[in-house]
C-alpha cells in the first residue's frame, strides 16, 4: 500500500519554489521508488574567475607552448591543472575537463 502523495503548489517564482522546498520534505511530495536518474551531459560546469600571479618567464613558456598547439594559454594552464589533479588524486571525478 504506497502512502498518499501531497500535491505540489503552484509557484509564483523560482525563488518562491526554492523558500518552499527548503523547509519542506520532498518525501511527502514525490515517490522515491518511481524515480528515474537522469544526466545532463551538455550542461557546462560552473566556473569562477581567479586572478593567479605567475613569474614572466613561466608566463611566457606556457604562451609559447599553447601558440604551438593553437590553443588560448588559459585553456592550456587549465587542462594542465586538470591533468595533474588526476595524477595526484585519481578517485577525483573531473568530469567535463
Known sequence: MSKKLKAIPKFKSEAEERRFWETH???EYFDSARTVRVRFPNLKPSTRSISLRLPLSLLDAIRIEANKRDVPYQSLIKVWLSERLKQQ?????????
Open 89 to 97: 588524486a585519481p578517485r577525483i571525478k573531473s568530469e567535463g575537463y
Open 25 to 27: 520534505d520532498t518525501t
